[in-house]
């Protein structure tokens, strides 16, 4: 999508907003699935730390479960961006207008390009 100079600079903010807010174990599964993605297989020991695969108790991560928790956390947290269309000055209400699209283009901010597709 296009989208003029100031609604990308807008998406890349409210992005970086989200990375703030974003909760540690989301946070950690984004970790994980990028580097299950690029890397290869992730194996995690009962502490939930990177293990080598023949370490006693590995176990892989679960790519499948963290991409789906990951998308309902987006799914519940992101929406479009809105702008505001009529300014209702000080006594009205202001009318604002969603971009459609924005909420993805955040979400692919936050995650990568690959990551969203295999997400979404």
Do not use: H
């Amino acid at each position: 999508m296009i989208y003029s100079l100031e609604i990308r600079a807008d998406i890349a903010a409210t992005a970086a907003s989200f990375k703030e807010i974003i909760p540690l174990e989301i946070k950690l599964a984004i970790n994980l699935a990028k580097q299950d993605l690029y890397l290869g297989p992730v194996y995690l020991n009962a502490s939930g730390e990177l293990c080598d695969c023949f370490d006693d108790g590995a176990t892989s991560f679960d790519f499948r479960g963290a991409c789906n928790a990951i998308r309902e956390w987006l799914n519940s947290n992101v929406s479009d961006i809105k702008i505001e269309i009529f300014y209702g000055g000080e006594e009205g209400a202001s009318e604002y207008e969603s971009v459609d699209g924005t909420a993805e283009a955040i979400c692919k901010e936050l995650l990568g390009e690959e990551l969203f597709k295999k997400i979404y």
